[in-house]
């Protein structure tokens, strides 16, 4: 049976909610206080890039089953359950989160709350908010304690949120009242029906899951990006290393990938606001190895950049360096905290001439660094290059031909940042390449054809290969 449904906040998190619970069959309406993107998601278009997402939208406000709105007091007659949405950003100067956008929704959905309803939080927050949220809503509401809180953590993945939100992989509700259990029950009705695993557990519980879910992922990427700085220190491969771990079944081999490290609207800051919560709640000590993973991932960045100075004998200065990707993982625009745009703009302040290209966001990222130059296709950005640095893994990217790319770079220098190349064919198609915690490869094609491919004269050491001009 069909609920009618709010979603306060229509970024990231809300566009993709609305849309998902329209498919579920509900009627939904979304809420935001930007005018102009109520606007373009009223004309079935997406504010932002995720696979899937513009078709159902479209597909659903022109069923009149989707519909936008800025008016709170519309949203508290429409909704049976308001699920809440806004976003947790990162306090400026501090690691906690910040919760103004999570009180300034409820305080404008609130007083106009006449009867029973249910406030389901999605957003990500510190535990113990959704008990001070209740007691806020409780003060403020004319249907006063007749109207409940839950949480319903969200578990999306950027590039598969559709997928995520339809098909999720669990679902945890956080209730205070069975009843409120039975209502979040009817709204994924269809979800339920195949099997999706449910965990109904307190309020508390609820708020920890996706900091502790994302926390371990930090930990275990972090994790095999400080194996990797072992193995540079040693001369081993951490991408063997890491194929090696994955075959044990107590660690597995997802997220078990050493490169530039996370990045990204979500885990970045959900450490940080998880280390602030736990020393406020006097746990510090349980969370200190958290500061160590976000530090090991901030090295990431910086070792890129050490590699790119390696290839171009210790300074930036006056090169030109392609950087490939923008965004902070592939099939997405985000570039918030974005590793690859970090090393990009680092490069740049260091003095040299970065032209960055990304199939999605180089609009995203002009907004938050103009002063890169941006690049429409790859073969743009890498023209003339005196390095390329492959910095968010795009099958775009993953996919080039190095002996075509070597035709238009000024010299075959390339760091592998994610560690999706295959280093050996690179090195025979007369490239110089670095990868996160690999040894460098040689080439093994003959030497006649090494001097063909890199340019130089005969007869030419070996070693000049790595800086040899391509033309």
Same mark, same amino acid.
């Given at each position: ?37 109520? #606007?373009?998601?009223?004309?079935? +278009? ?18 009149? +089953? ?33 919760? +103004?956008?999570?009180?300034? $929704? ?28 209740? #007691? ?49 029950? +009817?709204?994924?009705?269809s979800v339920l029906q195949v099997a999706t695993p449910l965990v109904v557990t307190d309020l508390p ?204 770079? $000024? ?25 996160m915690g690999r040894p460098a490869p040689t080439a093994t094609i003959p030497a006649p054809m090494q001097r063909l491919i890199a340019g130089a004269s005969w007869p030419a050491p070996a070693t000049?290969?790595?800086? $040899?001009?391509?033309?």
């Amino acid at each position: 049976m069909a609920l009618r449904i709010t979603v306060i906040g229509t970024g990231y998190l809300g566009a993709v909610h609305a849309a998902g619970m329209a498919e579920l069959g509900h009627d939904v309406l979304g809420v935001d206080v930007d005018e102009h993107k109520v #606007a373009t998601l009223n004309d079935g +278009r997406a504010p932002f890039f995720e696979p899937g997402l513009e078709p159902l939208l479209a597909e659903h406000v022109g069923s009149g +089953r989707l519909r936008f709105t800025t008016s709170f007091s519309e949203a508290a007659e429409f909704g049976d359950v308001h699920f809440l949405c806004v976003g947790t950003p990162q306090q400026p100067g501090s690691g906690g989160a910040d919760l +103004r956008y999570v009180h300034a $929704a409820i305080d404008a959905l609130a007083p106009h709350l006449h009867r029973p309803a249910l406030i389901a939080g999605k957003s990500t927050v510190p535990v113990g908010t959704a008990e001070q949220l209740a #007691a806020r809503v409780a003060a403020a509401a004319p249907a006063g304690e007749d109207v409940h809180v839950a949480w319903n953590p969200e578990f999306l993945r950027e590039g598969f949120a559709v997928e995520d939100t339809l098909r999720p992989d669990r679902l945890v509700f956080g209730i205070r009242d069975a009843v409120d259990a039975a209502v979040l029950e +009817r709204v994924y009705a269809s979800v339920l029906q195949v099997a999706t695993p449910l965990v109904v557990t307190d309020l508390p519980t609820a708020e920890l899951v996706k900091v502790a879910a994302n926390s371990f992922l930090a930990t275990k990427i972090s994790f095999i990006n400080a194996m990797a700085e072992v193995c540079e220190a040693a001369g081993a491969d951490v991408v063997q290393l890491s194929q090696a771990l994955a075959h044990d079944e107590r660690i597995g081999g997802k997220f078990l990938k050493a490169g530039l490290g996370f990045g990204g609207g979500c885990l970045p800051k959900d450490i940080r606001a998880f280390t602030a919560r736990a020393g406020e709640l006097g746990a510090h000590e349980a969370l200190n190895f958290l500061r160590e993973v976000d530090e090991v991932n901030m090295r990431r960045r910086t070792r890129v950049v050490d590699l790119v100075r390696s290839l171009l004998g210790g300074s930036v200065l006056g090169s030109k360096i392609a950087v490939l990707g923008a965004a902070f993982k592939p099939n997405t625009d985000d570039v918030r905290d974005s590793p690859a745009l970090n090393v990009a703009a680092t490069l740049h302040l260091a003095g040299a001439q970065v032209v960055v290209h990304d199939p999605q966001a180089n609009a995203n990222a002009a907004a938050r660094f103009p002063t890169l130059t941006y690049s429409p296709t790859t073969a743009d950005a890498v023209a003339g290059a005196d390095v390329i640095v492959l910095a968010t893994e795009w099958e775009e990217f993953t996919s080039l031909d190095p002996s075509h790319l070597g035709q238009q770079v $000024a010299y075959r220098r390339i760091v592998d940042a994610r560690n999706v190349l295959d280093p050996q064919r690179w090195a025979d198609a007369g490239w110089a390449y670095r990868g996160m915690g690999r040894p460098a490869p040689t080439a093994t094609i003959p030497a006649p054809m090494q001097r063909l491919i890199a340019g130089a004269s005969w007869p030419a050491p070996a070693t000049q290969l790595s800086a $040899a001009p391509t033309h």
